[in-house]
């Protein structure tokens, strides 16, 4: 059974389309997130979503935007596409905010031309 | 600002011991972890240090000073499928992961 899947893993697109990348774990888990992984393969934190509480990073523009339809999925929805945006997008999920290791899904390239 | 440094890359001879090194800045420690990750795959949690000291999980050990702000990774006899990148992350204060940018490891027979 896959933990923590996303889907697509591969996405192309056109600057100023809208996409979504879709993300569900069957772990129980509270938390999820996503991370975008650029050429220089830094991780960074986009979003940290539990039942309570949506975290955005500050330097996340708003053309990126998370939709939790339950605890169990997380969506990102990126409107009018740049080229900059392309980049490996990962979803994870973890238990709570403590001490528990973050479980990733497989990733999603995406590539604005 | 807040800040992991690691190696860029390392390279390692199949059967041999290799030592990868973070350094962190953060506000506030909550927790140290080391991932690896393939080429194409997602991060794979490998270690998790809190307290100062060495935890040691078969051939992969990790240590860590609070104190210097310094952790390492430790892998014994090296085989060629652990060829990849090793990522040192550090939960802050606010309990959000910051990620280094990963040591590539080249393993060669």
């Known amino acids: 059974d896959t933990a923590v899947s996303q889907t697509p893993k591969y996405l192309v697109t056109q600057m100023g389309n809208d996409k979504s990348i879709k993300c569900e774990q069957n772990?129980?888990?509270?938390?999820m997130y996503w991370y975008k992984q650029d050429s220089k393969k830094f991780l960074k934190i986009m979003f940290s979503y539990n039942n309570k509480e949506l975290i955005i990073n500050e330097t996340v523009p708003n053309r990126f935007s998370p939709k939790s339809p339950d605890k169990a999925h997380l969506n990102l929805h990126i409107n009018s596409l740049e080229l900059g945006d392309s980049a490996v997008y990962f979803c994870a999920s973890s238990q709570g905010s403590g001490v528990t290791e973050a479980f990733f899904g497989q990733g999603t390239r995406l590539t604005v031309v | 600002g807040q800040n992991i440094d690691q190696p860029t890359e390392m390279t390692a001879t199949e059967g041999a011991i290799v030592q990868i090194n973070c350094t962190y800045q953060t506000s506030g420690f909550n927790g140290l972890f080391w991932y690896q990750q393939h080429a194409g795959e997602a991060p794979t949690f490998l270690s998790y240090?809190?307290l100062d000291g060495l935890e040691e999980k078969g051939r992969f050990s990790s240590f860590l000073s609070r104190s210097k702000g310094y952790s390492y990774l430790l892998l014994k006899e090296l085989q060629m499928k652990d060829s990849a990148s090793y990522l040192c992350a550090v939960r802050d204060s606010n309990y959000q992961l910051i990620w280094g940018a990963g040591t590539k490891l080249i393993i060669k027979p």
């Open positions: 772990l129980g888990h509270d938390t």
């Open positions: 240090n809190v």
